[in-house]
């Protein structure tokens, strides 16, 4: 559901502000990566191999940065962002620079605890993301992180209970079709919703859980039945209709549209500079960006991807309606 912070009375001028965004071609999502440094030990992500080092370099402050942008949505991720102690100041600041932008956090999880989500939720954030690939320990392994899974299955409902908004960033992987259903179906019985993006290689080149041609068929029927559900309980599941419905034909090569990710939503990395997509090397300060045009980039199809090339159709705004 939407954040308590952002009711029905809300929803309005948030949906017309969406809307605006996208037809002036600028940034809905601005990404905040307070830092590189990551815990968990990823196969498909090398953040962790971040030196310490680089905390001494991380920026203090991203307020002026959101006053510039003045997005819609900020996120604040890394790396893993609940290595910072400082992040409830950084989220504050933000906060009170631009008061009616959606804040939110991407984690894994490992170190979340309730106390430090009810610390972070009264600095300002109105939405917690959690990682969640997999339902049993193979998340553990994926992650690098013992008994995470079972960590987070019984932390989340405790959140959820306590009126936070929580959603699980899962990831669809060669291995885990069959898991997806399930993770949206467990979401729902708890109170807490589903992002869906889909695995590249980009990061390291890791290519052992891309989903390919061989896969299709499982992948159409889960696309199918992710679809089925949404019509029936709108509100879980975050990506869009269009969205999702465009992962096969990315799997099958046919996806040729100019990339346009960089135009609705922006990185700004752990010391202020700019790039248009999370693997992509960083171009300059982000007081000194000028705007992104579309490349012809096939390298991936990220929601950042493929929900910038979604058309503004009645099924998005139902989607914001059925989360308030």
């Not at 600095?123 to 079972?150: E, F, K």
């Not at 405790?158 to 899962?170: C, D, E, I, K």
């Not at 490349?295 to 309606?321: M, V, W």
Request: glycine share 6%; net charge positive.
């Amino acid at each position: 559901m939407l954040s308590k912070r952002y009711r029905l009375w809300h929803l309005l001028p948030f949906a017309l502000r969406y809307a605006r965004l996208r037809l002036q071609r600028k940034p809905v999502l601005v990404h905040f990566e307070v830092t590189m440094r990551c815990n968990a030990r990823c196969a498909f992500c090398d953040y962790w191999k971040t030196e310490p080092g680089a905390k001494a370099n991380e920026l203090r402050s991203f307020a002026d940065a959101a006053r510039h942008f003045a997005p819609m949505m900020i996120t604040f991720t890394g790396g893993e962002p609940l290595l910072r102690k400082d992040l409830e100041d950084i989220v504050a600041e933000v906060s009170r620079a631009v008061p009616c932008t959606y804040l939110t956090v991407i984690t894994h999880g490992g170190m979340l605890t309730v106390e430090r989500a009810e610390s972070l939720w009264a600095a300002g954030l109105a939405q917690i993301n959690v990682s969640l690939d997999y339902l049993d320990q193979r998340h553990d392994v994926a992650r690098g992180i013992p008994g995470l899974t079972r960590r987070l299955l019984t932390l989340v409902p405790r959140l959820t209970a306590r009126g936070m908004t929580v959603r699980f960033n899962t990831v669809i992987k060669r291995d885990n079709l069959e898991e997806i259903l399930p993770i949206v179906r467990y979401a729902a019985s708890i109170g807490a919703g589903v992002n869906l993006s889909l695995y590249t290689d980009f990061k390291n080149g890791n290519t052992a859980q891309l989903v390919g041609i061989g896969q299709l068929a499982r992948l159409g029927d889960l696309v199918a039945n992710l679809l089925a559900f949404k019509r029936r309980h709108r509100g879980v599941i975050s990506s869009s209709d269009w969205y999702i419905a465009q992962i096969p034909r990315f799997v099958r090569g046919e996806t040729r549209e100019l990339c346009r990710a960089g135009e609705t939503t922006l990185h700004i990395d752990p010391i202020g500079r700019v790039r248009r997509c999370p693997d992509f090397p960083p171009d300059g300060h982000w007081s000194e960006h000028v705007r992104y045009q579309p490349i012809a980039c096939n390298r991936c199809y990220y929601a950042c991807r493929g929900e910038a090339q979604a058309p503004l159709t009645i099924s998005r705004f139902q989607d914001l309606a059925a989360r308030a």
